[in-house]
């Protein structure tokens, strides 16, 4: 079950990845919603590691920046930055795309 668990959640972190981020249709609010529906599909309530999960009352900052509440669910990390500056990669860098679409589930 893990491994068909990490490609739902690559797949739905990555709904914008062949899109350039003008033609990015998914919202934050529309991950944070596909995010609740693992969480209750997938067991989340017995998780070990489920801090902030399905909270959307915290305030969510990181590097500066304020972002949806999902991004500080343990585990969740956003992108930060709709531009890479010169060296930066949006696969290491989190640039590239909206802040606050998920980057990573780890």
Request: include cysteine; charge should be negative; hydrophobic fraction near 35%.
């Amino acid at each position: 079950l893990m491994p068909d668990l990490f490609l739902l959640l690559l797949l739905l972190l990555l709904v914008c990845a062949t899109h350039s981020a003008a033609e990015c249709t998914v919202s934050p609010e529309d991950q944070q919603q596909a995010l609740r529906k693992v969480f209750s599909a997938w067991g989340g309530p017995t998780w070990r590691r489920k801090e902030g999960w399905l909270d959307t009352s915290i305030e969510c900052e990181d590097s500066g920046l304020q972002l949806p509440a999902h991004c500080c669910w343990h585990g969740i990390k956003c992108y930060i930055s709709r531009t890479c500056s010169d060296g930066e990669r949006p696969e290491f860098d989190r640039c590239g795309f909206e802040p606050g679409l998920g980057w990573e589930i780890s």
